[in-house]
């Protein structure tokens, strides 16, 4: 079974680089250079998670603690969402 054509880094990076820094729909941009824009879409995700929120980008070690504190901030949420429910649970009992 074929994975399709390799393209190379360069181009996925100018592709990925179209929809970040031109703000150009995902859609057109794959229609125009002929990928999938699923495809397309792995391609903006990996550019954006090697740059930090300035274009800069990040060391491995950047990368690594924005991973930690995006986990954190994700079971932060969750147990936000939680105790937000139990409050709600409770103030409706107490009536």
């Given amino acids: 079974m074929s994975r399709g054509k390799p393209y190379s880094p360069e181009f996925r990076k100018e592709a990925a680089r179209e929809v970040v820094e031109k703000s150009r ?3 057109t941009v794959a229609r125009e250079l002929g990928v999938i824009p699923q495809t397309l879409g792995n391609w903006v995700r990996a550019y954006r998670a090697e740059r930090g929120a300035d274009g800069t980008v990040l060391s491995v070690a950047d990368r690594a ?11 932060l949420r ?6 937000e429910k139990a409050a ?3 103030a409706q009992n107490r009536r």
Wanted: hydrophobic share 50%.
């Fill in 88 to 90: 709600a649970f409770f």
């Fill in 78 to 83: 969750e147990k936000v969402a939680f105790l």
């Fill in 65 to 75: 603690r924005v991973k930690e504190l995006e986990r954190e901030n994700r079971e």
């Fill in 25 to 27: 729909p995902m859609a």
